[in-house]
């Protein structure tokens, strides 16, 4: 079982729409939880981060996580064409500059 | 200047051969990690340099190495190259300490035939 599992999609969807990303992780020693968003060509640009249980908003897009459950999702408002990219869930145990393991990706499709 | 920089952004380098990626970090951070990225993979860790030492390495063997210079650029050497080997290489910047944040680079994508 890896770390980190997360549906590579691709996942394709209306403008408009709400998206919903998801990982699970096995590793309960991770405290801290992203979410990256890359673009084809292009390096993970940090979107949301999270310490610990909880939700976070931030304009269009809330992250949760379930330490419980060892669950995190990505929720995405009204998806935008824009918003296509490769979303990518990475975690850690320790802040600063602890290597962070990643989830393969997964790719989304925001069609007009 | 701000952000992380990376050359080249592309190469072409044939099995047994050695290669050099360099990486420029982003102003003010002092910690700089190399990340590799297989096609449809999410990134995995190589390793980290701070104050010019390695101080952590992913399942990557000998043959990766690295170097950071004073003013925190960084360097990816990978010796004896297999067709595995080629991916997408990503230097990410920080801060050793304080708020977290990893800031990536775009990546050099590395071919070898």
């Known amino acids: 079982q890896k770390e980190v599992e997360q549906d590579p999609g691709p996942l394709s969807v209306p403008e408009g729409a709400i998206v919903s990303l998801n990982c699970t992780y096995s590793n309960s020693a991770f405290q801290y939880f992203m979410w990256y968003r890359q673009y084809s060509r292009k390096g993970p640009e940090l979107l949301m981060y999270t310490y610990s249980s909880g939700n976070k908003e931030d304009g269009r897009f ?9 669950y995190i999702s990505l929720f995405i408002r009204d998806s935008q064409p824009s918003d296509s990219a490769t979303y990518l ?20 499709s925001v069609i007009a | 200047e701000t952000g992380v920089t990376q050359s080249p952004t592309h190469l072409i380098k044939t099995r047994g051969q050695q290669v050099t990626l360099r990486c420029s970090s982003q102003s003010g951070h002092n910690t700089v990690s190399w990340y590799q990225q297989a096609l449809g993979q999410g990134p995995q860790f190589i390793f980290q340099y701070y104050r010019e030492e390695e101080n952590g390495r992913g399942n990557f063997p000998p043959r990766f190495s690295g170097l950071q210079f004073p003013n925190y650029s960084s360097e990816l050497n990978v010796n004896a190259l297999e067709l595995d080997d080629s991916a997408l290489y990503l230097c990410a910047s920080s801060l050793a300490t304080g708020s977290y944040g990893y800031t990536f680079g775009s990546g050099t994508r590395l071919t070898v035939v």
């Open chain 1, 62 to 70: 809330t992250a949760q996580v379930d330490k419980s459950s060892k």
């Open chain 1, 89 to 108: 869930c990475a975690m850690s145990a320790n802040s600063g500059n602890t290597p962070l393991v990643f989830g393969k990706g997964t790719r989304l």
